[in-house]
Structures are given as C-alpha cells and as structure tokens.
C-alpha cells in the first residue's frame, strides 16, 4: 500500500512564476491536508480537502495561494506570482477521516530565486 | 506561546536512556498525534491518542493525555541513535476544523 506521495521533491521557481504542487493520497483516503514547513519551525496548517471540497482554508494566505481536490487525480497546490518568502518545504497529508490520523508525504522543497 | 508547545526544545542523552518529551496545548481538542522528523525529511506518524483516552503504548513508546492540564508526554524508553531526530506532537479539533496544530518540536539526540 503506497504511502502518501507528492511531486516533485525539488522545485526551484523564479520570482513571478507559478509553483504547482501535487500530492497524491493514501489509497482510500479522501482527506487531503496542505501545511507549510519554514527553516526550523514546526509545520503550520494550510488548507483541508476532501473530493472537490475545501473544507478549511483558514491556514491559506488570502493572495496567490489555491488549491483543489478533483473528482479524479492528484490534490494541487498552486502558488501564483512566487516570492523569495515562499521558500519553504510543503508536505501534504491524507487521513481515513476528520480526527483520524493524518499520514505525511515526503513534502516539495520550493525554492524561490 | 502557541498551540502544541513542546518541551525541551532539545534533548541529548545516552544511548539506553529513557527519554521524555512534553507538550501543551491552550484549546479544545478532539486528538494529539505526535511524529518524528529526520532532518531534512517528510514526518513519520508515531501515536495517536484521543481526548478520552490518558495513556497508549505502541513498542517502546508511550504517550500520556491530561486534559485537565492541557498536556501530553511522549517518552521513548531503552532509547537507541536512530531515535535521534526531531519530535513534534500536533493536536487536532475533528470535525471541519481538523488540520493539525504543530508546536516547533523537540530536538533529541542519542549519543552512542
């Protein structure tokens, strides 16, 4: 049973691009998390998906930042217009369901130049 | 300070050493989970354990939950150098509001 994955694993984008992240769940999981790691901090909750669902997006800067769960593929993180300060590693999470536990993938380093 | 605040900030003990770990909260909670984090990796799930529950064992670890106190521990018994890496427990609301609230962790480092 493969675990959670994303890709890519490195990404490096100049100022201005766009940065698209894609996280692939669990199987049979249809809860989808996003959280965003800087250099030496704990991860900081994003936004929480279920199949074609934002459920919480309370974590997600109001500008740039999107994401999606489609009926079919991958969750996407889309970052617009990127800045020096979204440098960060994100990881995604899936889960069974609300309250159960979430399982990580091996995160998208973003480097912005 | 914040949500899911742990304590030590870093750790360093002798290789079959026990090792305790805390964290504290400031709100309600449905669940606390904590995890492991090799530098530079993705976050390994270790335990969860739900707000009715005050203690769980899973090999040699345990976790304890006291509400009351709005606290958990995390302690590694027989501790071994591939337990070095970084602890963070994370606490959930359930329901709509269930991403995770991470503290910035602990640091722990066996020495062999």
């Known amino acids: 049973n493969a675990g959670v994955m994303q890709n890519p694993r490195h990404l490096v984008r100049r100022r201005g691009q766009e940065a698209r992240l894609r996280c692939s769940p669990m199987k049979g999981h249809s809860h989808v998390y996003w959280y965003r790691q800087l250099p030496e901090e704990g991860l900081k909750f994003m936004v929480y998906l279920q199949k074609e669902n934002i459920i919480d997006e309370s974590g997600m800067p109001k500008e740039r930042f999107s994401a999606e769960f489609p009926k079919e593929g991958p969750s996407i993180l889309r970052i617009q217009q990127v800045v020096r300060g979204d440098s960060a590693a994100y990881f995604c999470a899936s889960s069974h369901g609300t309250g159960w536990e979430q399982y990580f993938g091996p995160g998208t380093r973003l480097t912005v130049t | 300070s914040q949500q899911g605040e742990e304590d030590p900030q870093a750790l360093s003990i002798q290789e079959g050493e026990n090792a305790t770990m805390n964290c504290s909260y400031k709100?309600?909670?449905?669940?606390l989970q904590w995890y492991r984090q090799n530098s530079g990796r993705g976050l390994v799930h270790l335990i969860l354990?739900?707000?009715?529950?005050r203690e769980k064992h899973s090999g040699r670890l345990r976790v304890t939950l006291d509400t009351s106190k709005k606290s958990s521990s995390l302690l590694i018994t027989a501790s071994r150098a591939a337990d070095t890496a970084s602890y963070f427990c994370a606490t959930g609301s359930g329901g709509g509001a269930d991403g995770l609230t991470f503290g910035k962790g602990t640091h722990l480092i066996i020495q062999p």
């Open positions: 709100t309600s909670i449905n669940n």
């Open positions: 354990i739900r707000s009715n529950e």
